[in-house]
């Protein structure tokens, strides 16, 4: 059995965001890692976008003031 990781329910409230609002896109997973996933959405007038989506838990950037 596979286990839950933290990142699928940080994927999966953006996807619902989306969808609840536009309930007629199609997302298809494109690319999945560790930590990112990439969706094609499709839209009903036949437009292409691509969500990129990272999950991070520690900050890089250690400048005062900075948020990501």
């Given amino acids: 059995m596979s286990k839950l990781k933290l990142s699928n329910f940080y994927y999966g409230a953006v996807l619902n965001a989306i ?5 007629e896109f199609s997302p ?3 690319l999945y890692d560790d930590n990112r996933q ?31």
Avoid: D, H, Q
């Fill in 19 to 23: 969808l609840e609002k536009n309930p």
């Fill in 38 to 68: 990439a969706y094609k959405i499709l839209t009903e007038y036949n437009e292409n976008y691509i969500l990129f989506l990272k999950y991070a838990t520690s900050r890089n950037c250690k400048k005062n003031g900075y948020n990501s």
């Fill in 28 to 30: 298809t997973l494109v």
